[in-house]
């Protein structure tokens, strides 16, 4: 019994787990990331990972005993103001409802992760190194100061550290600490154990900085409650204009040895498994690769700054190629075919963590667009 009961996990688990990595913070304004159908709190049978979530997708996951499918697209963007089965949105919504399969999408805040985000997969795909995000944003960082007996000191930073404090592009835990004396005068009511009450006391102390997401504050000031002696915890916040080299939209990188035109139009073809690429003309070769996936218009103008020699993306218009102007190749590889990769992505990130259920890919392709070769 006792097994069976340690192996009961719940759709809130997954959720959790998946904002830590992609904050709901980071989607962009426009965006419906998400649970858009279910209750956090119902019991999961299994998982299905999909691109897009239509009625195919929810007939699998039911074949299949998955009542939590995870998409990348949000199948609702606005309000329905009607359930008639009117569209395909409408359809698969009530489809879900009737057959309790909650829908969980998580999109652009994916798109907009130095690591496990969708434009690092394409990364990976094209073997790209020295990577780093395209167009970083200004994040509401937030500076953390505390101050604490020095024998509490390592304890303290321990906790902050757990709950998501202290991380800077590819480093943890980082902080800096310095020492000094602070002094207080205890009240009526205070701990009858901090000292004699009137009297100023002096105790010797660390102060603690440690810079954090805004998203994180209330976890990271909880744990810092916990884990402090004091029964009146000191600490600062400072608001910061720093912008973040971890988060942001699209990827540059280089290619580990510099390609021909057509040997690098082959070589993406085959390490995005593609029918077809639409692109733009070019004179030189190729060494420095700009990705994003998805409709990456609003990216060129980064790609040009950062001097890419090709911008890998999706949904150009027939116009907005000559903005090309040879000052690098633009490749418009298909929406679908940028992300389908972003699949396993999700797969690889939800079978690390949780072992004691089923996850699954769809085996559905829910491309709306073919091809006639």
């Given at each position: 019994?006792?097994?069976?009961?340690?192996?009961?996990?719940?759709i809130?688990?997954?959720?959790?787990?998946?904002e830590?990595?992609?904050?709901?913070?980071?989607?962009?304004s426009y965006?419906?990331?998400g649970?858009?159908?279910?209750?956090?709190?119902t019991?999961?049978?299994?998982?299905?990972?999909?691109?897009?979530?239509i009625?195919?997708?929810?007939?699998e996951?039911?074949?299949?005993n998955?009542?939590?499918i995870?998409?990348?697209?949000?199948?609702?963007?606005?309000?329905?103001k009607?359930?008639?089965n009117?569209?395909?949105?409408?359809?698969?919504?009530?489809?879900?409802?009737?057959?309790?399969?909650?829908?969980?999408?998580?999109?652009?805040?994916?798109?907009?992760?130095y690591n496990?985000?969708?434009n690092?997969?394409?990364?990976?795909?094209?073997?790209?190194v020295?990577?780093?995000?395209?167009?970083?944003?200004?994040?509401?960082?937030?500076?953390?100061?505390?101050?604490?007996?020095?024998?509490?000191?390592?304890?303290?930073?321990?906790a902050?550290?757990?709950?998501?404090?202290g991380?800077?592009?590819?480093?943890?835990?980082?902080?800096?600490?310095?020492?000094?004396?602070g002094?207080?005068?205890?009240?009526?009511?205070?701990?009858?154990f901090?000292?004699?009450i009137g009297?100023?006391?002096t105790?010797?102390?660390?102060?603690i900085e440690?810079?954090?997401?805004?998203?994180?504050l209330?976890?990271?000031?909880?744990?810092l409650?916990?884990?402090?002696?004091?029964?009146e915890?000191?600490y600062?916040?400072?608001?910061?204009?720093?912008?973040?080299?971890?988060?942001?939209?699209?990827?540059v990188?280089?290619?580990?040895?510099e390609?021909?035109?057509?040997?690098?139009?082959?070589?993406?073809?085959?390490?995005?498994?593609?029918?077809?690429?639409?692109?733009?003309?070019?004179?030189?070769?190729?060494?420095?690769?700009?990705?994003?996936?998805?409709?990456g218009?609003?990216l060129?103008p980064?790609?040009?700054?950062?001097g890419?020699?090709?911008?890998?993306?999706?949904d150009?218009?027939?116009?907005?190629?000559?903005?090309?102007?040879d000052?690098?190749?633009?490749?418009?590889?298909g929406?679908y075919?940028?992300?389908?990769?972003?699949?396993?992505l999700?797969?690889?990130i939800?079978?690390?963590k949780?072992?004691?259920?089923?996850?699954?890919k769809?085996a559905?392709?829910?491309?709306?667009?073919?091809?006639?070769i």
């Amino acid at each position: 019994m006792l097994k069976d009961y340690l192996c009961h996990m719940f759709i809130s688990e997954v959720i959790s787990y998946l904002e830590e990595i992609a904050p709901l913070s980071l989607q962009e304004s426009y965006d419906n990331s998400g649970l858009l159908v279910g209750e956090k709190e119902t019991e999961l049978t299994g998982v299905l990972v999909s691109l897009d979530c239509i009625e195919a997708t929810v007939l699998e996951a039911i074949a299949r005993n998955c009542n939590l499918i995870v998409a990348h697209h949000p199948i609702v963007f606005s309000g329905l103001k009607r359930f008639n089965n009117a569209n395909y949105v409408q359809r698969t919504v009530q489809l879900a409802i009737k057959n309790d399969v909650a829908i969980y999408a998580i999109h652009t805040n994916l798109d907009n992760i130095y690591n496990h985000g969708v434009n690092s997969k394409i990364a990976e795909r094209l073997g790209l190194v020295n990577t780093r995000v395209l167009a970083p944003r200004k994040e509401d960082f937030v500076k953390l100061v505390t101050y604490c007996p020095l024998d509490n000191a390592e304890a303290i930073k321990a906790a902050l550290f757990k709950n998501g404090a202290g991380n800077i592009g590819r480093y943890s835990e980082c902080s800096f600490s310095s020492l000094g004396n602070g002094t207080f005068k205890a009240g009526v009511g205070a701990n009858p154990f901090i000292g004699e009450i009137g009297i100023r006391h002096t105790e010797n102390e660390e102060k603690i900085e440690v810079l954090l997401y805004k998203h994180q504050l209330n976890k990271v000031l909880e744990a810092l409650q916990v884990a402090h002696p004091y029964e009146e915890v000191a600490y600062e916040m400072y608001a910061l204009l720093n912008t973040d080299q971890n988060t942001g939209s699209g990827m540059v990188g280089e290619l580990q040895q510099e390609l021909s035109i057509n040997d690098f139009l082959a070589y993406l073809k085959l390490s995005m498994n593609l029918e077809v690429i639409k692109y733009t003309n070019f004179s030189k070769s190729i060494k420095k690769v700009a990705v994003c996936g998805g409709s990456g218009q609003f990216l060129l103008p980064y790609a040009k700054a950062v001097g890419a020699d090709v911008y890998v993306t999706s949904d150009f218009k027939y116009h907005e190629f000559f903005d090309a102007e040879d000052s690098l190749m633009i490749c418009d590889i298909g929406h679908y075919e940028s992300e389908k990769f972003t699949i396993d992505l999700l797969y690889d990130i939800l079978r690390e963590k949780f072992t004691t259920f089923a996850v699954l890919k769809t085996a559905v392709n829910t491309n709306p667009v073919k091809y006639f070769i």
